[in-house]
């Protein structure tokens, strides 16, 4: 009995390893299903990676919400400031120009101006000194005194618009249908004629001197030292012509500003301009010649 009992038993001490050995290898397999848990808890990165999302989906998710740096943010502001920096020197560079657009023509043709205008103040000045040479050379030096004080008072008197004048000219005439023209305008046509030459300038019947103010009248119109004039609007203005005119026509000039208010502009020149509408003479309240 013990005999068969000795195989028995001898029997189980083999099988009982086998038996056991598949349980172990059981619990050694399963810390090494566990372990793909335990790395994906130790990289974030990836978690995040979800096999169901797409190529796009996934680039979005990273690039959404942003995470910006303080340093990123810093270098971002400092690259807008700049950028506007740059932006505002470009344009006033840009604007600081008013003919920069213009073509080569009318370039040329206000560089001429220029030049007749310095040609201008050039005999002027010598005029002056030949009249000086002439009163220290003259043996009748107080009948020559005499000559250029009248001669200095004609002059004197169609600037001041109390003697009349005649001469090389042109005549502008502004005919405005819709009452689009302002003071503003016909001022700057002035302006622009006496920055020409224009040695004497009468609009319609009124005289233009240097104290002349233009308003808007009301109802419409324009008024010239509070006289309300009609239109057309009539320049009779006397100088060089081929000065005048070129300076009315230059780009972004009177006559382009009139155009665009949809006025009527013509501009033609003449060899005899008669300016006879007349300013009375007055005379100062306080000052007085300094001359001895």
Same mark, same amino acid.
């Given at each position: 009995?013990? /005999?068969?009992?000795?195989? #028995?038993?001898? @029997?189980l001490?083999k &099988?009982?390893?086998?038996?056991? *050995?598949?349980? !172990?290898?059981?619990?050694a397999?399963?810390p090494?299903?566990?372990?793909p848990?335990?790395?994906?808890?130790?990289?974030p990165?990836a978690r995040?990676?979800?096999?169901?999302?797409?190529?796009?989906?996934?680039?979005a998710?990273?690039?959404?919400p942003?995470?910006?740096?303080?340093?990123?943010?810093?270098v971002?502001?400092?690259?807008f400031?700049?950028?506007?920096g740059l932006?505002?020197?470009?344009?006033?560079?840009?604007?600081?120009s008013a003919?920069?657009?213009?073509?080569q023509?009318d370039?040329?043709?206000?560089?001429d101006e220029?030049?007749?205008?310095?040609?201008r103040?050039?005999? /002027?000045?010598?005029?002056l #000194?030949?009249? @000086?040479?002439?009163? &220290?050379?003259?043996?009748?030096? *107080?009948?020559? !005194?005499?000559?250029q004080t009248?001669e200095?008072?004609k002059?004197?008197?169609?600037?001041a618009?109390?003697v009349?004048?005649?001469?090389?000219?042109?005549?502008?005439t502004?005919?405005?249908?819709?009452?689009?023209?302002q003071?503003?305008?016909l001022?700057?046509?002035?302006?622009?004629l006496?920055?020409?030459?224009?040695?004497?300038?009468?609009?319609?019947?009124?005289?233009?001197?240097?104290?002349?103010?233009?308003?808007?009248?009301?109802?419409g119109?324009?008024?010239?030292?509070?006289?309300?004039?009609?239109?057309?609007?009539?320049?009779?203005?006397i100088?060089?012509?081929?000065?005048? /005119?070129?300076?009315?026509?230059?780009?972004?000039?009177?006559?382009?500003?009139?155009?665009?208010?949809q *006025?009527t502009?013509t501009?033609?020149?003449?060899?005899?301009i008669?300016?006879?509408?007349l300013?009375?003479?007055?005379?100062p309240?306080y000052?007085?010649s300094?001359?001895?």
């Amino acid at each position: 009995m013990s /005999e068969e009992e000795n195989p #028995e038993q001898h @029997r189980l001490r083999k &099988e009982l390893p086998a038996e056991v *050995a598949p349980k !172990a290898a059981d619990e050694a397999a399963a810390p090494a299903e566990d372990a793909p848990e335990a790395s994906a808890a130790a990289d974030p990165a990836a978690r995040t990676k979800d096999p169901s999302l797409t190529g796009r989906q996934r680039l979005a998710k990273g690039l959404w919400p942003p995470r910006v740096t303080r340093a990123q943010l810093i270098v971002a502001v400092l690259l807008f400031v700049l950028g506007l920096g740059l932006a505002i020197q470009v344009r006033s560079n840009s604007d600081s120009s008013a003919l920069r657009g213009a073509r080569q023509e009318d370039l040329v043709r206000i560089l001429d101006e220029l030049d007749d205008r310095t040609q201008r103040l050039g005999d /002027e000045k010598q005029r002056l #000194e030949g009249q @000086r040479t002439e009163l &220290e050379n003259s043996s009748n030096q *107080a009948e020559e !005194a005499r000559k250029q004080t009248v001669e200095r008072e004609k002059q004197l008197g169609i600037l001041a618009g109390t003697v009349a004048a005649q001469g090389p000219g042109i005549t502008l005439t502004v005919s405005d249908k819709k009452g689009s023209v302002q003071a503003d305008m016909l001022l700057d046509a002035i302006q622009e004629l006496r920055a020409a030459g224009a040695e004497a300038i009468q609009v319609n019947d009124v005289r233009i001197v240097a104290d002349t103010y233009l308003t808007d009248a009301t109802g419409g119109g324009v008024s010239v030292d509070g006289r309300k004039i009609a239109q057309p609007y009539v320049f009779k203005v006397i100088g060089k012509p081929q000065d005048l /005119e070129p300076a009315l026509n230059i780009p972004g000039g009177v006559v382009q500003t009139l155009e665009k208010e949809q *006025a009527t502009v013509t501009v033609s020149r003449a060899q005899k301009i008669v300016v006879d509408a007349l300013r009375p003479a007055k005379r100062p309240d306080y000052a007085q010649s300094s001359s001895q």
